[in-house]
């Protein structure tokens, strides 16, 4: 894979304007907010809420047996809007969430220059990172309204209250909790993300005119949201363990070590799966969508950008001299 040659310089790609990495240009950040993001919160927050219960539920006394069963329980006993508590707050941040990940994305790895597996590694990463200030107290409110008891004996009403409440008793280091490992989680999972998307849209040969094109980037993008999921699972049992903490109760765990300690002690290093099985049926589609939108609509908007008034796309310049270009997949 010639990373030397910059698919940025590809005939396809130089025909449109400068765009300084190769899927979310610079500009990307203000244009990315066209995310599927309801339709994934949709299709993907059950999955979110069975997970947020498996993992944090205790097996001294288990209240569900498994991700099927932990599905039916609730809409058995909640309804179907069981499924569907604690919704408000990624509706709410992920937009914005979104938003600010492909445009970190785009411009780090402009900055850094050179598209490398590393260099796409490290701006997804800076990118996972830089979004935890939205994306923690997003899942404090989220995991706590999944988890909360229906009906007046119910803490919180809703995420905006949630966060409201927790910031009176506990100011911005309450609104923070779980923030440490929030970082652990999304920093390389992020990295991951990118990094499987590049290479897998670069190995499957997706190219504007390839009439296989969507399908194409709904495996990619699926496909490298559950490698991105897998790579730090363990500490996104941990996160909704400490952000759950205090609900019911005295607070239990001291931090990350105390908590992977006290999980571990308990329930053996399966605790660090539960929820697993869930949280990969939500990835795929979620992320399907997610990569295939983006990346389309970014395309197109690059196409229409580059299109003077009424003039046809400029030539791409003769190919530089030298070994021919790897068959880019950049579009
Ligand atoms: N924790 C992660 N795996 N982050 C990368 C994927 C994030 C993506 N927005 C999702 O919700 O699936």
Redesign the pocket.
């Known amino acids: 894979m010639h990373w030397a040659h910059s698919r940025y310089m590809s005939p396809t790609w130089s025909s449109l304007p400068h765009c300084p990495t190769r899927w979310f240009p610079r500009h990307s950040g203000h244009k990315s907010f066209l995310s599927p993001g309801v339709a994934g919160v949709l299709v993907g927050h059950p999955f979110d809420t069975v997970k947020v219960r498996l993992q944090v539920q205790s097996m001294e006394k288990p209240q569900y047996r498994g991700t099927l069963h932990c599905f039916q329980s609730i809409i058995r006993q909640e309804s179907v809007l069981g499924l569907y508590k604690g919704l408000g707050s990624p509706l709410m941040g992920l937009t914005f969430i979104n938003a600010l990940v492909f445009g970190v994305q785009g411009n780090t790895l402009r900055a850094l220059g050179r598209d490398s597996p590393l260099n796409q590694f490290l701006a997804g990463a800076a990118a996972?990172a830089i979004q935890c200030v939205i994306c923690c107290p997003m899942e404090l409110a989220k995991t706590r309204l999944q988890l909360q008891d229906a009906g007046p004996a119910r803490t919180y009403r809703g995420s905006l209250d949630c966060l409201a409440q927790i910031y009176r008793q506990e100011g911005l280091r309450g609104v923070n909790r779980g923030m440490a490992s929030t970082l652990l989680?999304?920093t390389p999972?992020?990295g991951v993300?990118f990094l499987a998307y590049d290479v897998l849209t670069r190995a499957l040969g997706c190219e504007p005119e390839d009439r296989l094109l969507v399908p194409k980037l709904l495996l990619a993008g699926g496909t490298s949201?559950i490698l991105?999921?897998l790579s730090?699972y363990p500490v996104?049992v941990v996160k909704s363990r400490l952000q759950a903490d205090g609900l019911r109760g005295a607070p239990r765990y001291r931090g990350i070590l105390d908590c992977v300690r006290q999980s571990y002690r308990a329930e053996g290093w399966r605790v660090f799966t539960r929820g697993l099985a869930s949280t990969l049926l939500r990835?795929f589609p979620?992320?399907a969508a997610?990569f295939a939108t983006v990346t389309v609509v970014l395309t197109y908007a690059r196409g229409e950008e580059a299109r003077p008034e009424g003039d046809a796309l400029p030539a791409a310049p003769a190919a530089p001299a030298g070994p021919a270009l790897a068959q880019p997949s950049s579009l």
Do not use: I, K
């Open positions: 996972g989680r999304e999972s992020f993300y949201g991105s999921w730090t996104d990835a979620v992320n997610t």
